[in-house]
């Protein structure tokens, strides 16, 4: 995980580009190999597995998420 987000739960975003159309929000503006919209039906469990080195950005655009993480160590 890149340092600058180590042990953040909420991560402020960038300012947005507005104009008379509307505006475009920068989400994650970092190098990354993928980008994933993930789209659940309610009360529904996703992962139960993990990742030797990896690490996540989570924007919820509707509802809400529960996220844990533990080290394997």
């Known amino acids: 995980m890149s340092d600058m987000f180590k042990d953040k739960d909420v991560i402020n975003l960038p300012d947005n580009y507005k104009d008379d159309r509307g505006f475009i929000q920068p989400i994650c503006d970092l190098n990354m190999k993928s ?39």
């Open 35 to 73: 980008a994933s919209l993930i789209i659940s039906k309610e009360n529904t469990w996703r992962a139960n597995h993990y990742h030797k080195t990896d690490w996540h950005f989570i924007y919820v655009l509707e509802g809400d998420c529960k996220c844990g993480s533990a080290s394997r160590d």
